[in-house]
């Protein structure tokens, strides 16, 4: 089990807007760590979406946004397309790992 | 651009040592730190150690007595040990980029990952 909670699915139909949240404790989140997304279409690497709680990197559609607030973080997408279609992991720092990092559990989202 | 290439035998007996190396092509090794993660088929991402400045490492509490990394500059690559292995250690393994990040970095580029099975 992660430190890190998320839920196992959402979904959500074109064109509509979801979140995914991580959940965390005061030994990551709440302790200050940034919160970073990553994208994982089936059979391939995991992408960065988000790092640093909010900042997109270069070629990320402005359609994807993080947030932060206390002990827990979000992932929204908004007007979702097919190809959104994939799996999202969080991913912090908890002072209990002695410096190393976590990801959370995985949220598989389905495009219906 | 920087490219990341890990390889290595997909096949390891129970109780044996897994070695494996990721190839870092476009750039510099000496330029970033490094991580490594795994997933096992079906399940979420589970994150391995990292190693800053090519020798300082951290690796998970659930794997460090059996984990070893290390950076030869000279071969521009990076490389992984995990001893002991089960089939608890079957997995795709990436070998993955960090960037700096002030409340902790994040992995910007990965590589495409190397399956490995443990089985006799």
């Known amino acids: 089990q992660s430190v890190l909670t998320q839920p196992p699915s959402v979904s959500g139909a074109p064109g509509q807007r979801v979140t995914i949240s991580c959940t965390g404790s005061?030994?990551?989140?709440?302790?200050?760590?940034?919160v970073h997304w990553y994208q994982q279409v089936p059979g391939t690497a995991p992408k960065l979406l988000i790092y640093g709680d909010r900042y997109r990197p270069s070629g990320v559609s402005d359609r994807f946004s993080g947030s932060k607030s206390g002990t827990s973080a979000s992932l929204a997408i908004t007007g979702l397309q097919t190809e959104d279609e994939a799996d999202y992991y969080c991913q912090s720092y908890d002072s209990s790992l002695s410096g190393s990092g976590v990801f959370g559990g995985g949220t598989k989202l389905t495009v219906l | 651009q920087v490219q990341l290439q890990e390889s290595g035998p997909g096949l390891v007996k129970p109780s044996e040592t897994l070695s494996l190396t990721c190839a870092v092509s476009g750039g510099s090794i000496s330029s970033y730190s490094w991580g490594w993660v795994r997933q096992p088929a079906g399940k979420g991402l589970e994150w391995i150690g990292h190693i800053y400045n090519g020798e300082n490492t951290y690796y998970s509490p659930s794997l460090r007595s059996r984990v070893t990394m290390s950076v030869d500059t000279s071969k521009n690559q990076l490389s992984l040990r995990v001893n002991s292995v089960s089939a608890a250690d079957t997995a795709v393994y990436y070998c993955?980029?960090?960037?700096?990040?002030?409340?902790?970095?994040?992995?910007?580029?990965w590589g495409q990952g190397t399956m490995v099975t443990v089985s006799s």
């Open positions: 993955a980029r960090l960037i700096s990040v002030a409340g902790g970095d994040a992995f910007d580029l």
């Open positions: 005061s030994s990551n989140i709440g302790a200050g760590y940034d």
